[in-house]
């Protein structure tokens, strides 16, 4: 969410942004802004006037009183409670103004950062840069629900019959090699100075709004029925809603936490959910890494991020590359985002494991996350990124470390997770 102030002073700015995020339709939401907040300020000013004028004359009341002046006192008592009135009266009207202007300012998009493409959708994402060679065998990769279950690790029919479509069950030695790739990913940021954590599972609505705009919202959480509770989509939210309504102090900035926790989604007008395997699905588990940090290292801790999981990706030999997000492409409250893509030798394409976000001050701002400085409070900046999501990461593990007599080899680094297998056989 931007300042209002901002809005006020830079509505040509907001809407070029608007215009550059290919959201026309919300154009008409900037001038209704600054309407409804100039109104807002000139009740609010009628109020502070007519509390200031109300006070005054009460003081009189206990005077006129002592002089023997009941009428008087009486007179003035009664304009005291008319001003009471209209004060009540100005008071509902000044919140309502205020619950229109932020309802408006939560739909209107993050200001991008000027390094940003500009395009359409995702069609329109720009490559930036690639690591490790793509490498494509003589012999056919099999597509990865096949590989599963050729090695015993895959049920879909079982799922599909206890919870339907976008479900698995993951066993024997692909269900270790699950657990296996979300500890060493766990390790591997402990090691880079992330704290590790586990959040809870389930928000509230004012963190889901927090965190996310309503589009999203509505395509992404199953809420609680009869409960303000909703699944969470990835554990940057209940990790960003951790410091809902704080004042940290600036020398403890900047603050980096490494999460696990399972993810529930609808996948709301997803293509292929019904499809065979576990690319898009409504339950999965990840961690992730979240950063909340000065505005002037925001940018610096984003390249830190996108790095991060590229070098782990690249520890366990997959190829992967980054593609930068364009304004289309980026939800409301984003500045910027990378893409981090992993290599398909079956599909001879990249496909999308993990996405790194800075998202500015938006989510400090709606959540009231503010640093005590040496100049003053200020809105801290918030990040995210995905450190390794399972099982759309086995997709590219098992493809990119399949042998041809159907067996998969487990990199080095994985063993001590696998109890030191060095290849998982049919």
């Known amino acids: 969410m931007l300042d209002i102030k901002f809005v006020r002073e830079n509505s040509e700015l907001v809407k070029q942004n608007i215009k550059n995020k290919f959201q026309e339709h919300k154009l008409p939401l900037v001038d209704e802004v600054i309407e409804l907040d100039k109104e807002s300020r000139a009740v609010k000013q009628e109020a502070d006037d007519l509390r200031a004028k109300r006070n005054q004359i009460s003081k009189q009341i206990g005077a006129l009183m002592a002089q023997g002046r009941k009428e008087e006192a009486e007179a003035t008592k009664a304009q005291v409670a008319e001003f009471s009135q209209h004060l009540a009266e100005l008071e509902v009207r000044e919140n309502e103004l205020l619950e229109e202007v932020k309802k408006r300012m939560m739909a209107i998009p993050n200001i991008i950062d000027e390094s940003v493409p500009i395009g359409k959708d995702d069609s329109e994402n720009v490559e930036r840069e690639r690591y490790g060679e793509p490498y494509v065998p003589e012999y056919e990769i099999p597509y990865h629900s096949e590989i599963m279950e050729k090695l015993s690790g895959l049920d879909l029919d079982s799922a599909r019959k206890v919870a339907g479509n976008g479900f698995y069950y993951l066993m024997g030695d692909i269900a270790r090699l699950h657990s296996a790739v979300i500890s060493y990913a766990r390790d591997f940021m402990i090691d880079r100075g992330f704290t590790y954590c586990v959040p809870p599972f389930m928000i509230r609505s004012n963190v889901v709004t927090g965190v996310m705009s309503f589009e999203e919202m509505d395509a992404m959480m199953y809420k609680i029925e009869g409960e303000d509770l909703y699944l969470i989509g990835t554990s940057e939210h209940s990790m960003i809603g951790k410091f809902i309504d704080t004042i940290i102090k600036e020398d403890q900035l900047p603050i980096t936490l490494t999460s696990y926790s399972p993810c529930f989604r609808k996948e709301k007008g997803a293509h292929g959910i019904e499809e065979r395997g576990v690319y898009r699905i409504h339950q999965f588990e990840k961690q992730e890494m979240i950063v909340v940090c000065k505005p002037e290292d925001s940018m610096m801790w984003f390249d830190k991020m996108w790095q991060n999981t590229v070098d782990l990706f690249r520890s366990l030999d997959i190829p992967v590359r980054t593609l930068e997000c364009c304004s289309g492409d980026l939800a409301d409250l984003k500045v910027k985002s990378v893409d981090v893509e992993a290599w398909s030798p079956r599909q001879k394409k990249y496909f999308e494991v993990g996405s790194c976000s800075n998202l500015s001050d938006a989510q400090a701002r709606r959540l009231k996350i503010r640093v005590n400085g040496e100049d003053g409070k200020y809105f801290a900046h918030t990040l995210n990124n995905t450190v390794v ?38």
């Open 389 to 426: 999501a399972p099982p759309r990461m086995l997709i590219a593990f098992l493809e990119n470390n399949l042998n041809e007599d159907g067996s998969v080899r487990i990199p080095e680094v994985l063993r001590p997770y696998m109890g030191g297998k060095e290849v998982i056989t049919p």
